[in-house]
DNA sequence: TTGTAGGCGTTATCAA
DNA sequence: TTGATAACGCCTACAA
């Protein structure tokens, strides 16, 4: 491996001291302009590029951030792992990638390997922190020591103080995005409208239940339970799902799916070719997400999208302000403290994508 | 951000020098084991962790590889993802993932920004690696400096010597899984055997049409030339060459359709289904990949499935071969260089996977 | 078996 | 405006 040049190479070659051309790729004041130059020109002839694992000893930032997420090929992950790295990257960070398929445990052991390594926050995608019934316990015990980010997932720091300022949260406003849907079936006029749920424990499913039943109520439907069914975000459980509400006797049958996510949503489509369903003419489907590879599926399926470039920009935000709040002594006070826990969490609305897979109801 | 704790504290609390430390947590010989144990002790008392960003510093290697891929979105490419983190991580190492849809201009600018953040070894699993009419520039310029391994793209090292001991390659026998494909139809009854690649350009369609034209004149079929057309890797691209191919007029038309991935295979489906043809009982469909969207799909492909986690295991293991070759003064010879030059290739065999998409001709 | 000290490439604090 | 020089946390001869 060739050697690597360093800042005394690039010194030597520009007849300075390491201290001038350390302080030109910081950009600090006070330095000549034709010094800068001569420094510049050596450092480019030398192919010189400040070593960022130096850099991070002296105890800056690592400028690395990572990303924990259960399962990369869950067609959600990889739209806001673009995004993150995306924005991540313009901002000069670089990512590491984790994936925990397997629940808490796993994810602890992913993130305790990345304890030596100075990440300077830790984004966390999903996994065991959307479980509503038990709290992850390492979530609290890294964000003693480093900051945090939840995407999609409102957990409140477990206290104010020195943690709750490592803390943030993006939200993307699920339930609005399920009113949002369910007021375009009922305004296409479909009045028998279906729920199909990943588990029920998990936060995203509860959410988009919520806001479904918010917007029934609003629109004067009677919410019925035979309509509200729940299994996994996969596309064979909505394909199960959506076969049991089709069979049901035609007075009962709903005329509209409104599903969790876009593999259900799949299903569904599925569903309805096997029984010979038409959609959307005689069968809306809703799907969540409107991720990448709804270009495989016919028709095309209307769905809550959120801006995934949104959630990337958001992420690196907040970790700039993080970063801000922990490192440059600003004042700790508790109304610093206040302010802070207000903004370290960004909402995010969504929008209805409508395409093909959703018109007004038969007959 | 609470101070990290250093070799120092543990040191202190031990009773013992830094230099012990170190050696304990490297597992060097000579150390006494109540030593040993005392350090431990401390080490984990105090929640130690060695600081790979400042063991790096040392000369050593960071224990960090990069992944380049063209877009996490694509299917394919969440499954060697997936993989290449799993085996990396298992070995102590971390990944840094990079999305470079924009071409050789956007992969070298994101690979320049991991210039001074000392990565182990690049692992390239897609994008302009794979065009056949010209070699990216910036993978020379990369190799160098630093090893790189080419995932699924057989280009040459440029030369011998010093960068031939970075070049390293996985390849799947993408050829050899055309012939496994057509073999499988043959054997079937089917004659009229279509080929639905990707763009000419690339290197995973040339390599799978080579083997499908290979196999077909092995079972002395006459390749048709209408029959063999080209698109892109997606399943819109998937649907219209599909849809082309089954408006032959009958006695032309294809029995059964080779696709080149499984988004074009999804598309295939697509296409059947809407012309009222069914799969497999009037069209066989065979796909290529075998990702894990497939399960959205119905009747689940039958597809050339290759080892992800066998690519994940040669990555890690032909880094450690790297490493080894360059750092430990090794005999540079000319002997050596060959021998390398050979082990740094691992070739893997891949499998087919028959599903329901594929079965006898009709009549 | 253990400790001392120099070095890895930067940044930051003082002087000059 | 610039230059010495001490950290940063660890590894590694070399001594003891």
Redesign the interface.
């Known amino acids: ?2 050697r ?1 040049t360093t800042i005394y190479d690039v010194a030597r070659e520009a007849g300075v001291s390491i201290a001038t051309v350390s302080r030109v790729f910081n950009s600090l004041p006070r330095v000549d302009e034709e010094t800068r130059h001569r420094v510049l020109q050596a450092a480019s002839s030398l192919g010189y ?9 002296t105890g800056k930032q ?1 400028r ?1 951030l990572a ?1 924990l997420v259960p ?5 959600y ?3 806001v ?2 995004a993150v ?2 924005a991540v ?1 313009a901002a ?1 960070y ?6 925990a398929p397997g629940g808490a445990e796993q994810e602890e052991q ?1 993130v305790a ?6 990440v300077d926050a830790l984004v966390v995608a999903g996994g065991s922190v959307h479980d509503t019934r038990n709290r992850p316990a390492w979530l609290d015990r890294y964000a ?4 945090i980010i939840l995407i999609n997932a409102d957990l409140e720091p477990p206290a104010s103080g ?1 943690v709750a300022r ?1 803390w943030a949260r993006v939200l993307v406003d699920e339930k609005a995005g399920a009113i949002k849907a369910v007021q375009h079936l009922v305004s296409l006029g479909h009045r028998r409208i279906a729920f199909l749920g990943g588990p029920a424990h998990l936060y995203p499913t509860v959410v988009k239940h919520q806001g479904y039943l918010e917007a029934l109520t609003l629109g004067g439907i009677d919410p019925d339970p035979e309509l509200q069914v729940f299994g996994e975000f ?3 459980s909505g ?1 199960e799902m959506a076969t049991k509400l089709l069979s049901l006797p035609s007075d009962r049958r709903p005329t509209a799916l409104l599903a969790a996510n876009d ?1 259900i949503a ?2 569904c489509l ?1 569903a309805a ?2 029984r010979g369903v038409l959609v959307p003419e005689q069968l809306s489907i809703v799907g969540f997400d409107d ?3 709804n ?4 028709p095309p399926l209307t769905s809550v999208a959120q801006s995934y470039e949104e959630i990337g920009k958001a992420v690196v935000r907040l970790v700039g302000q993080m970063q801000m709040a ?2 440059d002594g600003s004042d700790e006070t508790e109304a610093a403290d206040n302010t802070l826990r207000t903004t370290l969490v960004v909402r995010i609305d969504p929008t209805l994508q409508v395409r093909a897979s959703t018109g007004p109801p038969p007959g």
């Open positions: 491996m060739a690597r590029a400040p070593s960022i694992v130096a850099r991070t000893l690592s690395t990303l399962d990369v090929r869950n067609p992950f990889p739209e792992t673009l790295q995306r990257h000069g670089s990512l590491l990638l984790l994936n992913y390997a990345l304890r030596g390594r100075h003693m020591h480093r900051p020195p490592r996969s596309g064979t394909l593999m799949a299903g599925q070719r096997d991720v990448f590879v270009s495989l599926l016919w922990t490192s």
